[in-house]
């Protein structure tokens, strides 16, 4: 104080400046406290506090464990309670089931189709907002990504709805040329359509970190040597972004195969995937233990892909690098 | 844009199909006439007075807001806390641990859905709307911990010693120096799980009934039974809460570490 203190006068009736506050009595009991913890318990601090985190996910274990248990179990229409005792019936009657057949041979051909169209709109995309010199551009493309992602899956499909639908946006356009109108809606392509414009956001912000690790001065040596733009793109650009290009691939793969929202309200029901004949099973057959085994089916399979892309790019994924 | 014009077209066409939904939902949500069309006949607010009217879309709202506050009541502390203990303490599964803590991500949420649909089932918390919050919390908590870890990742441990070194003792150390510092990854991380809770449709689909939709099952519900304006004015709400986070997002941590290589 008495360093900033020019006019210690002012000062005289009130209590001394360096009365002991309240707030610092609270750190101090704190601090007594935490030095009583025993150094020997010096390393359960960490796992205290991983402890939290830990248990959240536990809940998600425990519940593949109850479904996995499920899916062991057959259903008995007499009571609709799961039988008592384990069988492997429920996936033996999924191999020999037609729907079960028709619905992930539909399902792997959407996430093969959905995978090349997005990966190849991506490319671009994420090409331009990492390379575009202009810094307001770079902001919109990025903000365009990222709405989406908050917007909601339903609330997207909505709009899809008042584009497509009979009275939709495309049909008044078209009514206006003498065409249509066409029943857009509720078919395959559409379901796909939806699913491309959905994937799309998750393939960029894949694929953008890769190609900004790129130097454009390696893009400039190519042509400077020579080749042409196409040729830098297929034998430059193109295999530098291939972790970005997988990682990309493998993302929007799992989240197509197992899509519910978009087949559900862009197909209206006559092009469902997987992830709907689950729901089915569920809430209109009442069948938890076939429900359970198609679900389970598509956990591996899911899990399976997304274990690839963490091999590939590393447990980066999660930002932790770890203790230094 | 003149280096880029092939990059640049695409990009700019793209980014009005990503735009079209939310634009086409906005501009529906302002008709005057009685159905869904765009471009609007007339513009009027009336399908928002129709929405603060309408019960059922009010109580699903007021649910989704219960929802996305029980998730982020939740989620901040286990994920922030998590975060700091895997950037600042070595543990001797680290793999394993990161490899656990992204189950969420890993798992479609078809499965994770049905498997806490069932748990949930078995503890007898169905049919009530705070499980919904700890479910959303369960399947989004990676965002959590890799938007604080972010922050920890770049908070120099100097300052942290050297408050130590000036006497503060561990408590005030993490109070006072790690907390403030990483306060920016702690608030973008809630912001993501809020919103994301508010949106979340799957897992709300499986675990709620007739008495507990949330507003993301209220509309999937009644576009399949019919489609009036006042659902275009609900999703509008969405759309807006979308573009205010993005806002926040944007100011917080800012959108282009996005586009930084890991």
Redo the contacts between chains.
């Keep these: 104080m008495a360093i900033r203190g020019g006019r210690p006068a002012a000062r005289a009736g009130r209590p001394p400046a360096t009365a002991y506050r309240l707030s610092w009595r609270i750190l101090d009991a704190l601090e007594a406290v935490a030095a009583r913890w025993p150094a020997r318990a010096e390393g359960a601090v960490k796992w205290l506090l991983l402890a939290p985190a830990l248990a959240v996910v536990g809940l998600l274990v425990f519940g593949l464990v109850v479904m996995a248990d499920a899916s062991l179990r057959v259903m008995d229409f007499r009571t609709y309670q799961l039988g008592e005792d384990y069988s492997t019936a429920n996936y033996v009657r999924l191999f020999g089931w037609g729907a079960f057949h028709a619905t992930l041979w539909r399902s792997l051909v959407a996430t093969l189709l959905v995978t090349l169209f997005c990966l190849l709109l991506a490319f671009p995309y994420a090409y331009a907002l990492t390379r575009t010199a202009s810094a307001r551009l770079r902001r919109v493309l990025l903000v365009g990504l990222f709405l989406p992602f908050f917007v909601g899956q339903v609330v997207r499909a909505y709009g899809w709805l008042v584009i497509l639908g009979q009275q939709g946006l495309v049909n008044q356009a078209l009514g206006l040329v003498g065409l249509g109108p066409y029943r857009l809606l509720f078919s395959y392509p559409t379901v796909l359509f939806g699913l491309v414009q959905y994937m799309l956001p998750f393939a960029v912000l894949m694929l953008a970190p890769a190609l900004a690790a790129i130097p454009e001065e390696i893009e400039r040596a190519a042509a400077s040597c020579g080749a042409s733009r196409g040729r830098t793109l297929l034998r430059v650009v193109l295999p530098m972004a291939r972790p970005g290009l997988i990682a990309a691939a493998l993302v929007v793969a799992t989240l197509t195969l197992t899509d519910f929202a978009m087949p559900a309200i862009l197909g209206g029901g006559t092009n469902d995937f997987l992830a709907n004949l689950v729901h089915d099973q569920f809430f209109r057959t009442s069948n938890a233990g076939l429900g359970s085994a198609i679900a389970l089916v598509l956990t591996l399979l899911g899990t399976t892909v997304a274990g690839l892309l963490l091999a590939a790019a590393g447990v980066g994924a999660l930002g932790l690098r770890g203790a230094r | 844009?003149r280096?880029?014009p092939?990059?640049?077209g695409?990009?700019l066409a793209?980014?009005l199909?990503?735009?079209?939904?939310?634009?086409?939902?906005a501009g529906?949500s302002l008709t005057a006439g009685g159905?869904?069309?765009?471009p609007p006949e007339g513009l009027s607010l009336r399908w928002y007075g129709r929405v603060l009217e309408a019960r059922e879309v009010r109580d699903a709202f007021l649910r989704s807001l219960e929802v996305a506050t029980v998730c982020t009541a939740?989620?901040v502390?286990?994920?922030t806390?998590?975060?700091?203990?895997?950037?600042?303490?070595?543990?001797r599964a680290?793999?394993a641990?990161?490899?656990?803590?992204?189950?969420?991500?890993?798992?479609?949420?078809?499965?994770?859905g049905?498997?806490?649909?069932?748990?949930f089932g078995?503890l007898g918390l169905l049919g009530r709307v705070w499980p919904v919050g700890?479910?959303c919390?369960?399947?989004n908590?990676?965002f959590m911990?890799?938007a604080v870890?972010?922050s920890v990742?770049a908070l120099d441990?100097e300052l942290e010693r050297a408050a130590a070194s000036c006497g503060a003792?561990?408590?005030?150390t993490f109070?006072l120096v790690t907390l403030p510092a990483v306060a920016p990854g702690i608030l973008a991380g809630a912001l993501v799980m809020f919103?994301?809770a508010?949106?979340e449709?799957?897992v709300s689909?499986?675990l709620v009934d007739a008495r507990t939709v949330t507003l993301?099952v209220q509309?999937?519900t009644q576009?399949?039974a019919v489609?009036t304006p006042d659902?275009?004015a609900v999703?509008t709400v969405?759309?807006l809460?979308?573009?205010a986070?993005?806002l926040l997002?944007?100011r917080l941590v800012g959108?282009?570490i996005?586009?930084?290589?890991?």
């Design positions: 844009m280096q880029l092939l990059a640049g695409v990009a793209l980014l199909l990503l735009a079209a939904p939310s634009l086409v939902v529906a159905i869904v069309q765009f939740l989620a502390p286990s994920g806390l998590a975060a700091i203990a895997l950037a600042r303490w070595r543990f680290a793999l641990i990161q490899l656990y803590l992204l189950l969420p991500f890993t798992v479609p949420l078809i499965g994770s049905i498997g806490l649909m069932l748990l078995e700890i479910a919390c369960v399947i908590l990676p911990i890799w870890a972010a990742n441990p003792g561990p408590v005030q109070l919103v994301l508010l949106n449709f799957l689909l499986l993301p509309i999937y576009i399949r489609i659902l275009a999703s969405y759309v809460v979308a573009a986070a993005v997002l944007d959108l282009e996005f586009l930084r290589s890991r």
